[in-house]
């Protein structure tokens, strides 16, 4: 197993202390950006323009400069679907990925922080050894370097929300990294994460998608 340096212990632990409880006082912007996307679901049945539609609030609102959508295959794959943000050598390799089920589920090969049912921190320390998926990053000779910090969000880090459908079957994740101030984003924006891949679960269930 591999072994990180002591500054990643204190990280996980801050990570779970800032994100366990919910604020009282969710931003209006989050709220009134949502509703407007809820109200782009109603006139379409186009799935791919929901998730673009998805990637691109995110990309503009929640203040990250990388934005990934995910979404369950007909054959039970998982593939990104959205990709904003990434360089083409990037988009490249992001796009030849694949992921079964057994994957997305939390392993020791991918031992992120849960922040609650519907999301997850996963950080650099915590990269497979065999980095197959360094090709997937835009910067990947940044993943050498050492965390310095609790609140910067470096290359290598990244937040999942997860989009379910009826009895919690996982239809896809929207993924997101380097935001724009560098720093691990508010409760506030990752509730609103979830609340926005939540209503994704709930479109996708109504549209018939990943049956």
């Known amino acids: ?95 030849e990925a694949e992921y079964r089920i057994e994957e997305m589920a939390r392993s020791e090969d991918y031992p992120c922080v849960t922040v609650s049912n519907l999301s997850e921190f996963c950080f650099k320390e915590d990269l497979p050894e065999d980095q197959k998926e360094v090709k997937q990053f835009n910067r990947p000779s940044d993943l050498s370097k050492e965390r310095t910090n609790l609140e910067d969000m470096i290359e290598g880090d990244y937040l999942d929300a997860f989009i379910y459908g009826p009895e919690d079957r996982m239809l896809g994740w929207i993924e997101v990294s380097y935001p724009s101030n560098g720093k691990f984003p508010s409760r506030e924006t990752v509730r609103g994460l979830e609340l926005l891949a939540s209503m994704l679960g709930v479109a996708l269930t109504y549209l018939g998608t990943n049956k």
Request: net charge negative; charged share 35%.
């Open 1 to 95: 197993m591999q072994q990180h340096p002591a500054i990643y212990e204190e990280l996980k632990s801050a990570i779970r202390e800032k994100y366990s409880s919910t604020s009282q006082n969710e931003s209006e912007m989050i709220v009134d950006a949502i509703r407007m996307f809820n109200d782009e679901l109603l006139e379409t049945r186009d799935v791919d323009r929901i998730l673009r539609e998805a990637g691109e609030l995110v990309f503009s609102l929640f203040g990250f400069k990388e934005v990934l959508i995910g979404l369950r295959e007909a054959n039970g794959l998982f593939r990104y679907r959205v990709i904003l943000g990434h360089s083409k050598k990037a988009e490249e390799a992001i796009k």
